[in-house]
C-alpha cells in the first residue's frame, strides 16, 4: 500500500505545472552557477598549476553547485510538499484516505516516499553536471559520492518537515510558508544553540541541538568526512517529523 501511494504522489507532481515549474526553476538556477563556477576554474586553471597541491574540479566546482542545490532545495521542497496533506484536506479527500482500511503510518510513509522519488530526480540531475567533465578531468569520486550523501540527507529532512507542515492546516500556501519558516528556525537556532551549549560545556544537549541544525550535519560531508555523526543526525530529524506527522493524523481519525 505504501508504494501505491508513492506511485499516486509521483503521478501527481509529475502532472503538476508547479512541480515541473520547481524543477525547471531549480535546473537553471543550478546550471547557471555550475557553468559559471566552471568557467572561473578554468580561468584560473594555470595558476592551479603551480600549486604542489592543487584544488581539482570537484572542490572549485562541484561542492559550490551542492552547496547552491542546498540552499535551493531550502525553497523548493516547501512547494513541492505543501500540497500533500493540506490539498487533500481543503478538497475533502483526505477522509476517505482515514477511513480506508491503511494505517496512518502507511499513508505518511508513502507521501513521503513519492516525494522523495521526485527529489531524488533533481539530485540526479544535480550529480549529472559534474559527470559531464568526466571524460575531460579528473574527478574526485569519493567527494561527489559525500556530496551526493548529503544532499540526499539534506533532502530527506526537508522533505519530512514540510511533509509535517501540510498536515497542519487545509491551506497549501499556509503549508508552504510554515514549513519554510520552521526549517530557516532550525538552521539558525539549532547552530546557535549548538554552539552557545558546547561553550558552556554541555556537550550531550549540543550533540541534541546538532539534529536540529541541518546545514551543519550538511558540513563534513560535503567536505568528503564521512562522519556518522552527521548521517544519523538528518534520518534522526526526518523520522521525528514523519512520527510527528503520523501522530497528527491519527489525532484527525480519532476526532473524525
Same mark, same amino acid.
Given at each position: 500500500?505504501?508504494?501505491? #501511494?508513492?506511485?499516486?504522489?509521483? &503521478?501527481?507532481?509529475? *502532472?503538476?505545472?508547479?512541480?515541473?515549474?520547481?524543477?525547471?526553476?531549480?535546473?537553471?538556477?543550478?546550471?547557471?552557477?555550475?557553468?559559471?563556477?566552471?568557467?572561473?576554474?578554468?580561468?584560473?586553471?594555470?595558476?592551479?598549476?603551480?600549486?604542489?597541491?592543487?584544488?581539482?574540479?570537484?572542490?572549485?566546482?562541484?561542492?559550490? *553547485?551542492? =552547496? *547552491?542545490?542546498?540552499?535551493?532545495?531550502?525553497?523548493?521542497?516547501?512547494?513541492?510538499?505543501?500540497?500533500? #496533506?493540506?490539498?487533500?484536506?481543503?478538497?475533502?479527500?483526505?477522509?476517505?484516505?482515514?477511513?480506508?482500511?491503511?494505517?496512518?503510518?502507511?499513508?505518511? #510513509?508513502?507521501?513521503? *516516499?513519492?516525494?522523495?522519488?521526485?527529489?531524488?530526480? #533533481?539530485?540526479?540531475?544535480?550529480?549529472?553536471? /559534474?559527470?559531464?567533465?568526466?571524460?575531460?578531468?579528473?574527478?574526485?569520486?569519493?567527494?561527489?559520492?559525500? $556530496?551526493?550523501?548529503?544532499?540526499?540527507?539534506?533532502?530527506?529532512?526537508?522533505?519530512?518537515?514540510?511533509?509535517?507542515?501540510?498536515?497542519?492546516?487545509?491551506?497549501?500556501?499556509?503549508? =508552504?510558508?510554515?514549513?519554510?519558516?520552521?526549517?530557516?528556525?532550525?538552521?539558525?537556532?539549532?547552530?546557535?544553540?549548538?554552539?552557545?551549549?558546547?561553550?558552556?560545556?554541555?556537550?550531550?544537549?549540543?550533540?541534541?541541538?546538532?539534529?536540529?541544525?541541518? $546545514? &551543519?550535519?550538511?558540513? /563534513?560531508?560535503?567536505?568528503?568526512?564521512?562522519?556518522?555523526?552527521?548521517?544519523?543526525?538528518?534520518?534522526? $530529524?526526518?523520522?521525528?517529523?514523519?512520527?510527528?506527522?503520523? &501522530?497528527? $493524523?491519527? %489525532?484527525? &481519525?480519532?476526532? %473524525?
Amino acid at each position: 500500500m505504501i508504494f501505491t #501511494i508513492a506511485g499516486k504522489e509521483l &503521478r501527481a507532481l509529475f *502532472t503538476s505545472p508547479l512541480a515541473w515549474l520547481v524543477l525547471t526553476v531549480v535546473q537553471v538556477i543550478l546550471g547557471y552557477g555550475f557553468l559559471k563556477r566552471l568557467d572561473d576554474f578554468l580561468q584560473i586553471q594555470s595558476q592551479l598549476a603551480q600549486l604542489a597541491s592543487p584544488p581539482g574540479v570537484t572542490e572549485l566546482v562541484a561542492a559550490p *553547485t551542492y =552547496a *547552491t542545490a542546498a540552499a535551493v532545495l531550502l525553497f523548493a521542497v516547501p512547494l513541492l510538499a505543501m500540497r500533500m #496533506i493540506a490539498e487533500e484536506r481543503r478538497n475533502q479527500t483526505m477522509s476517505l484516505l482515514l477511513s480506508a482500511p491503511i494505517s496512518m503510518t502507511e499513508i505518511i #510513509i508513502g507521501k513521503f *516516499t513519492g516525494l522523495m522519488a521526485f527529489l531524488i530526480l #533533481i539530485i540526479l540531475l544535480v550529480l549529472a553536471m /559534474p559527470l559531464t567533465l568526466t571524460g575531460a578531468t579528473s574527478l574526485d569520486i569519493g567527494l561527489l559520492a559525500t $556530496l551526493t550523501l548529503a544532499l540526499l540527507l539534506l533532502t530527506a529532512s526537508f522533505a519530512a518537515v514540510s511533509l509535517y507542515a501540510s498536515s497542519l492546516t487545509a491551506q497549501p500556501m499556509a503549508a =508552504a510558508l510554515l514549513s519554510f519558516g520552521l526549517l530557516l528556525a532550525m538552521l539558525f537556532m539549532g547552530e546557535t544553540a549548538g554552539d552557545s551549549l558546547r561553550a558552556r560545556g554541555w556537550p550531550i544537549p549540543a550533540a541534541f541541538a546538532q539534529v536540529f541544525s541541518p $546545514l &551543519r550535519n550538511f558540513e /563534513p560531508l560535503g567536505k568528503g568526512m564521512l562522519d556518522s555523526y552527521a548521517i544519523a543526525c538528518p534520518l534522526l $530529524l526526518a523520522a521525528v517529523f514523519l512520527i510527528l506527522a503520523i &501522530r497528527r $493524523l491519527d %489525532g484527525r &481519525r480519532l476526532r %473524525g
